[in-house]
């Protein structure tokens, strides 16, 4: 069965501090994507990024960086210089790599929430 | 604006009354979704759509029933709420390439 593990329930810390944010996760597919979602104060869900598994190498967008290491099945997201709009829950998500159009079911994390303090 | 449009936003209901939360996609995106969220626990399947006229379940089913009657709408019925629904509803959809959209959410709380 799929599983998505963020083991960090809330994390805190002062501004310009960096983080990172643990993803573990647990697949029988050889192929499947992973993602990692925003979700502010105000509630929607926010994209930051979709991984294929066959493609490990590390991303970074602006103060935003991902980890993927399928050996060690995780997928961490790490922010450098925090900011107090980092301040929120994050998401991480397993889908399997099926035909699309069928449908690829999202498996979430418990989420990790994000206090960031002036 | 293409997106997912889900009513009504909240809502307050008594227990052992029925409600229908409405979900609306118009990007022609033929696998929908109903996820529910609860603190400490992210966001769990309740139902799923693959296609028109097909319907699944997810993770968590019970007390939820879902209709797939055109590409467009996957409405979530109650059939009688029970407080233990009240929750943070999320509709989304997914592309043939796996992205999501999600809708904004219905916050419904029955009491």
């Known amino acids: 069965a799929q599983k998505v593990t963020q083991a960090q329930t809330e994390i805190s810390v002062v501004e310009k501090e960096d983080v990172t944010l643990d993803c573990v996760y647990e697949?029988?597919?050889?192929?499947?994507?992973l993602f990692w979602y925003k979700q502010p104060p105000s509630g929607e869900l926010v994209f930051l990024i979709r991984?294929?598994?066959?493609?490990?190498q590390n991303e970074i967008s602006g103060r935003y960086s991902w980890n993927f290491q399928k050996s060690t099945s995780s997928f961490n997201f790490t922010i450098t210089a925090s900011q107090v709009v980092d301040s929120a829950v994050y998401f991480c998500?397993?889908?399997?790599?099926?035909?699309?159009?069928?449908?690829?079911?999202?498996?979430f994390g418990q989420g990790t929430e994000l206090s960031v303090k002036p | 604006i293409a997106g997912i449009t889900q009513a009504p936003t909240s809502q307050i209901l008594a227990a052992g009354r029925r409600m229908t939360l409405r979900c609306t996609q118009d990007?022609?995106?033929?696998?929908m979704y109903w996820y529910r969220q609860d603190l400490g626990l992210g966001l769990r399947l309740i139902h799923y759509?693959?296609?028109?006229?097909?319907?699944g379940k997810g993770e968590v089913p019970d007390g939820y029933s879902v209709s797939r009657a055109n590409t467009d709408d996957f409405p979530l019925t109650l059939a009688s709420a029970v407080p233990s629904q009240t929750s943070v509803y999320f509709c989304?959809?997914?592309?043939?390439?796996?992205?999501?959209?999600f809708g904004s959410g219905t916050r419904l709380t029955v009491v």
């Open positions: 989304a959809s997914s592309d043939r390439e796996g992205r999501y959209t």
């Open positions: 697949t029988r597919d050889t192929t499947y994507y």
């Open positions: 991984r294929n598994s066959f493609d490990e």
């Open positions: 998500a397993l889908s399997e790599a099926g035909v699309w159009n069928q449908g690829g079911k999202l498996i």
């Open positions: 990007m022609r995106h033929n696998a």
């Open positions: 759509s693959n296609t028109a006229g097909t319907t």
